[in-house]
């Protein structure tokens, strides 16, 4: 650097600020470890408020948001209706301790909308609605052991904190200090995509499978699409072994139909696991399945599992708001429509740059990864270059375009992304292409 290249301004002085205060009060500064930016390196930007596709931070600077709270926000930020519904609620109590006839009617609209859904219960988040899943698969089959992907993201309880192990043995070992491996030995690691393999460690493990566990459409190791028959297929192998099926629909629940992934592929789960979507941004999640299954729930059932805001009045407004705003049809042909839109842009800004990219997409999911192959698992996911995407990211960031921090992470389009919003993210997409290519020159 030359004196006649001046220090790049700092753009974003009050996130730094409140982020070094932030790190005295809270470990890395943050309340979940994506928000810290480390895998991209800088960092992280504040959030002070958002209207529709966009998010303005504590700078006051501006950006087209797809990171939209990691899913939930499928209307876009502060839709009307969802906030006066919010307001409304909190005017009449926040929390009672009592059933409330919210929770009917967000009860109603998730069954309706969830065909293998009969009975569902409300849960605080993702990580609860699967953990508690998981019990009652064990519960109702009295097996210990569940089948998991790996790659798929499904909360942080204690089982699901697993990685693969050393050798031939499929067992999972834990993937955090304080998770003991008596815990995760029952967990057992299978590829994405990959039939066989859950067919192996059916046989493998024999009468043993409480439940194979799947994000039908893999979304936090980046957009994955399932192959052609692969939910087909973990149906038949969970009928022929006795295990249930068990879908993580916390991400695609409500986002690539209204049904989720099970409507999009015409498969039905046994249990199904909600959130995101569900709570129109409130802490709001739930699973639910077939009225055998949940029967068995505490208190018709003997599996215990409870919550003090769990159906919490806020949620449950917020919920029922944005569903009802889903239930108008044309919403998923415009979110389709708007992100079809959005992918054919960025792989034309790449060709035009000459960066190898894999733009996937299921409906209003989608992830740019840098890779010249498709991606069909965790190990191709593991060969993207990640340095070029933090080239990406943050050339984006300063144009004015707030991504998900991390190569693997979805991107989310909302029915607020309109024509303009998409046009200022491929202006921005064209010239980030163009400094990723020459970063790699
Ligand atoms: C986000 C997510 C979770 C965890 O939900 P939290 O509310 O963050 O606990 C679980 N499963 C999937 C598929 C998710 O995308």
Redesign the pocket.
Known sequence: MTPADPQPANLWPRSQEAFAKAKMLMPGGVS?PVRAYKAVGGQPVFAASGKGAYVTDLDGRKYVDYVMS??PLILGHTPRMVVEAVIDAAMRGASFGMPTEGEIALAQLVIAAMPSVERVRFV???????MSAIRLARAATSRPKIIKCVG?????SDSLLVQAGSGATTLGVPSSPGVPASITSQTVLVPYNDLDAVARAMTEHQGQIAAMLI?PIA??IGTIPPAGGYLQGLRKLCDQHGAVLIF?????GFRVAKGGAQELYDVAADLT?M??VMGGGL?C?AYGGKASLMQQVAPEGPMYQAGTLSGNPLAMAAGIATLTALADGTVYRVLEQQAAKLERGLAQAARDAGVPVAVQRVGSMMTCFFTNQPVRNNDDAMRCDTRAFGVFFRAMLERGVMLPPSQFE?WFVSTAHDDSALDHTLNAAGLAMQAVAECKA
């Open positions: 979940s990691y899913g605080n988040s993702g990580t609860e609605a699967t798929c993201y499904h909360g942080h994000e979304g936090n993580d629909e916390v991400m695609t696991c959130g995101k802490p999640a979805t």
